[in-house]
């Protein structure tokens, strides 16, 4: 039993370094959810670039983190991956809509007085896209270190003070 689990313990610390060189991985690609009124198209496939890659590596390390969880958890670390498939979902939506932008890109110019109903549709679920990609990683975030509180940080720290 003890064997078990110090073998637990050797595996989630394993998973943990995994994880925070993923997340040093993800802040240095530094993603801004916030939408900003540039209306060329270059600057909007740089957005689209740009979020993929932050997607990417954000899906691999929240697919981590559930590894990790799942180690302790397996109905928490369930929910959430539910939750990485939520983002993801998110997240081909945000690009389908900066897709949208890219190909009409004065149509998020908000101060343009002859913007079309349809201009400004798009304008609003980009944003609200975007809104709801940043608030649905917050969530992911608070939950896995709530998580990580409760399940996983003493163990990880009492493996260390034993070295």
Known sequence: MAEDLEKLKKTAKEYSNNLANLG????????????????TEQ????????FKKY???G???????HVLMNLVDK???????????KFRQIGLKLITN???????????????KQQSKWSKELREKLIETSNA???HEMDMNK???????????NMLEEDETKK
């Open 75 to 85: 109905e928490q670390s369930g929910l959430f991956l539910l939750n990485i498939s």
């Open 43 to 50: 600057y909007w496939q740089k957005r689209v670039n740009e």
């Open 98 to 112: 900066m897709e949208e932008v890219k190909q009409n890109p004065s149509s998020i110019k908000s101060n343009d």
């Open 24 to 39: 040093k991985e993800l802040s240095e690609i530094q993603f801004n959810y916030k939408v900003i009124e540039n209306a």
């Open 59 to 65: 899906t691999e390390y929240y697919t981590q983190a």
């Open 55 to 57: 997607s990417e590596k």
């Open 143 to 153: 939950f896995f270190r709530e998580f990580y509180e409760k399940h996983l940080k």
């Open 133 to 135: 990609c940043l608030h």
